[in-house]
């Protein structure tokens, strides 16, 4: 079962805000009390206090701005590495990570480096054979 907060989520708006006016963001209050004890005068307080919890609509939409441009810019820099990856799997392991790493991606793409061997036959009579490493990244969002 989903966590619910405490109370009741209420939209937020403007004071004197229209009703056809669009909400800023929601939120709920998290009622707490306290207590605290005062050596001096041997006497207990407490007092009652209200924690407000809130998403604001713009605030959030800015962030999924900033990662969708985080992602795309991250996106053509790893088909930029895929289309020259080099023959050295460590270094291109390390290039990925440097790339997820430089634009805050990394807790949302999966990176998956394939290398494939190709032989090619290049005598009939020496039997001697070429061989090609590919290097290929994939990526996938999750």
């Given at each position: 079962m989903a966590n619910l907060p405490p109370t009741?989520?209420?939209?937020i708006t403007v004071e004197d805000a229209e009703e056809t006016d669009p909400a800023l963001g929601q939120g709920f209050e998290v009622p707490l009390g306290s207590?605290?004890?005062d050596?001096?005068?041997?006497?207990?307080?407490?007092?009652?206090?209200?924690?407000l919890a809130v998403c604001s609509y713009a605030l959030r939409s800015?962030?999924?701005?900033g990662l969708?441009?985080?992602?795309?810019?991250a996106e053509l820099a790893l088909e930029k590495l895929a289309a020259?990856?080099?023959?050295?799997?460590n270094?291109?392991?390390?290039?990925?990570?440097?790339?997820l790493q430089r634009y805050r991606v990394t807790q949302y793409l999966?990176?998956?480096?394939?290398?494939?061997?190709?032989?090619?036959?290049?005598?009939?009579?020496?039997?001697?054979?070429?061989?090609?490493?590919?290097?290929e990244v994939t990526y996938q969002f999750f």
């Open positions: 009741e989520v209420r939209e207590l605290w004890w050596d001096n005068n041997q006497q207990w307080h407490r007092w009652s206090e209200r924690w800015r962030q999924i701005k969708s441009k985080r992602l795309v810019k020259r990856p080099g023959k050295d799997a270094i291109l392991d390390k290039k990925v990570g440097e790339i999966v990176v998956k480096i394939n290398s494939k061997i190709n032989y090619r036959h290049l005598q009939k009579i020496k039997k001697l054979y070429l061989l090609y490493v590919i290097m």
